[in-house]
């Protein structure tokens, strides 16, 4: 940069300064008082460009399709679903905490862009009453679908459940952020979701087909038994076809254990091996119960994001005049304290009322349980951060472009195939549908993406 001669040593300075600050930092200056009176201070950090909101995006788009494949496979090697979401429940409102005492409170405090801790004493609470909300559905979102991962799969129940946010929620945001989405490209990104979701539906169906042809030949003609052990409780000395089972042991069939001999994945076999290890047994369930709890978290899932959009910018002018929007770090707080409440209150409930089969625990066996735990608070970390990074994108770019992570099926499906041998000796059909899916979500997320627009100041 040429600095012009007659500039003084000072202003010279400062152009400088201002040229290789970070974003973050950028000198405040007294334009009534003398050099002496300029101070550097540092002002809250906010993505306001379209290659930031981008980059977050992707990074939520990662998070958020890692950690329901390390539910699945707690879920898978034993550990019940109530003591993992307990786990789970403390390290994703860990992240938010984490969020608003960095981010947050990064820089002085102004009336028109206060800091996290200036927006807990606020007037606010029209706004923060949308936070929570939203984290409430979200909270029943993802209880729902820690069910559905066992009754339909982790990769097409990330499908269904991503297509309907899409279409509901897409919608919703593109209208609440006052159409700065370009709809040209909006709306067939959605539309690509839409045809992945009818292929998603046909890998379910003819995987379906082939576990069931395999099973009809295995040569142990398995009969799925459902656990109904509701009323006994985790900690007593059980008979063994009730015992928990915890995540190294193999579960039992007909009194020996299945880790003598480990199956091949895709094979008659590794299928009852897994159900008989699996804290949720799902052979032989009614395909219309799983469905409807992926339909019902899909719901809850197309609500969150258009309540958060509420809660940032005031779309329906709830806030008196002069009280400022929620910055995303406080709103993001109050999201995430509201599904931490949900997802512990029903989950220590359905500690003594279990449902869909699963044993009977109580809150010391939960304590007691640490094998797993540090898999579950991983989980939590990577959903709370990641949905984190979704929200700030979306304050940048548009929530309705932001709900391009909803492409996160890419990465569940990669996980099912690899650790959990999902689609392993399948039929060629079964490939071909599965490919076509993977390549039109690829080509709904890049759409979803180039659709983002800019938030006006």
Not at 235 to 252: A, F, I, T, V, Y
Not at 393 to 406: E, F, R, S
């Amino acid at each position: 940069m040429e600095i012009p001669p007659g500039d003084s040593r000072e202003s010279r300075d400062l152009r400088i300064l201002h040229l290789n600050c970070p974003v973050a930092l950028l000198p405040k200056v007294s334009i009534f008082g003398s050099a002496s009176d300029r101070e550097l201070v540092l002002k809250m950090y906010l993505v306001n460009d379209k290659g930031g909101a981008i980059a977050l995006m992707l990074a939520a788009l990662s998070f958020l399709g890692t950690w329901p494949a390390v539910l699945t496979l707690l879920e898978q090697r034993g550990r019940l679903p109530q003591h993992t979401y307990l786990d789970y429940s403390i390290t994703n409102l860990l992240a938010a905490v984490i969020i608003a005492l960095t981010l947050g409170q990064i820089g002085d405090s102004t009336p028109e862009m206060p800091n996290f801790i200036t927006q807990l004493g606020q007037d606010n609470w029209p706004s923060t009453l949308f936070a929570m909300a939203g984290g409430i559905v979200l909270s029943l979102g993802n209880l729902s679908t820690q069910y559905a991962w066992a009754y339909v799969g982790l990769s097409v129940t990330e499908v269904i459940t991503s297509s309907i946010t899409v279409v509901i929620g897409t919608t919703l945001n593109y209208f609440l952020d006052d159409r700065i989405n370009r709809a040209e490209i909006l709306f067939p990104g959605v539309a690509c979701f839409l045809v992945a979701v009818c292929l998603g539906s046909a890998v379910h169906s003819s995987n379906a087909a082939d576990n069931a042809k395999k099973l009809s030949g295995s040569s142990r003609n398995y009969t799925s038994k459902t656990c109904n052990s509701g009323d006994q409780e985790v900690s007593k000395n059980l008979p063994d076809k009730d015992k928990p089972r915890d995540l190294e042991d193999g579960g039992w069939v007909s009194g020996f254990n299945l880790n003598t001999e480990k199956a091949k994945a895709g094979t008659a076999e590794f299928l009852i091996q897994l159900e008989n290890k699996r804290s949720i047994k799902v052979i032989g369930s009614n395909t219309f119960l799983g469905l409807s709890i992926v339909f019902f978290a899909g719901i809850c899932f197309s609500l969150f994001s258009p309540a958060f959009n509420l809660a940032t910018n005031d779309q329906w002018h709830t806030l008196k005049h002069g009280v400022p929007h929620l910055v995303v770090y406080t709103a993001f707080f109050y999201f995430s304290i509201s599904c931490f409440i949900v997802g512990i209150g029903l989950n220590i409930y359905f500690l003594y009322k279990p449902v869909l089969g699963l044993p009977r625990s109580s809150f010391t066996a939960y304590l007691k349980d640490w094998k797993g735990r540090h898999w579950a608070l991983l989980a939590g970390l990577l959903c709370g951060f990641g949905n984190g990074f979704q929200f700030m994108g979306g304050q940048a770019a548009g929530y309705a472009a932001a709900d391009a992570v909803q492409a996160l099926p890419l990465v569940s499906t990669f996980w099912g195939v690899v650790l959990f041998g999902e689609y392993r000796r399948s039929s060629r059909k079964t490939y071909v549908l599965l490919v076509s899916m993977l390549f039109m979500f690829i080509v709904a997320v890049g759409v979803l993406m180039g659709s983002s627009g800019h938030r006006k100041s």
